[in-house]
């Protein structure tokens, strides 16, 4: 399916198959019933999304606070986002799968599925990252060029490991404290 099919699908099947289902919504519960299911859904995932995202916040400051990377609760930020918007978008399948964002083992289920789909796109060569360095100014402007090994190559000015080589990919393990 080609990337045009994908996003007609998206901009026009979708909201077509959500007004479809408000319709039928609205023949078997009534207008009012339906309008409040759609505004009550709206209201909840609102807060619902202020208060996962202030969880998340407290997370990624706690994870700054320790020296590491956020990488985990950034990711957390970013399907947060994503299901305040589903959740503002009116209809119930939108509502459906904005809610399974917000709520955190749904949350975790999506985004471990999301994470091994990109790992193995990386692993396969169908999708490829690289990472820029030099540019002057930039943080890795220090780091002298050249291969290295684990364990070995250069240091950054505060002792930090070598940046990623072009293209590589660093999952860190999880803290198995679950600090």
Do not use: C, N, Y
Request: hydrophobic fraction near 45%; glycine fraction near 16%; charge should be positive.
């Amino acid at each position: 399916m080609s990337l045009l099919s994908r996003m007609a699908l998206l901009f026009v099947g979708l909201p077509l198959l959500e007004l479809f289902i408000l319709i039928q919504v609205g023949q078997l519960v009534g207008l009012w019933p339906t309008i409040g299911l759609v505004v009550f859904t709206g209201v909840a995932g609102a807060a619902l999304a202020r208060l996962e995202g202030l969880r998340t916040l407290w997370s990624i400051r706690g994870e700054l606070a320790r020296g590491r990377v956020p990488g985990d609760a950034l990711l957390d930020g970013l399907a947060i986002l994503v299901g305040g918007a589903l959740l503002l978008t009116p209809g119930i399948l939108t509502d459906l799968l904005g809610f399974s964002f917000l709520l955190p083992p749904t949350r975790r289920f999506f985004l471990g599925r999301i994470r091994k789909g990109l790992e193995k796109r990386l692993r396969s060569g169908a999708l490829h990252l690289t990472f820029l360095s030099g540019f002057p100014g930039s943080f890795q402007a220090g780091w002298k060029q050249g291969a290295w090994g684990p364990g070995e190559g250069p240091q950054g000015p505060r002792g930090d490991p070598p940046p990623p080589r072009p293209g590589e990919i660093i999952i860190e393990p999880k803290d198995p404290s679950g600090a």
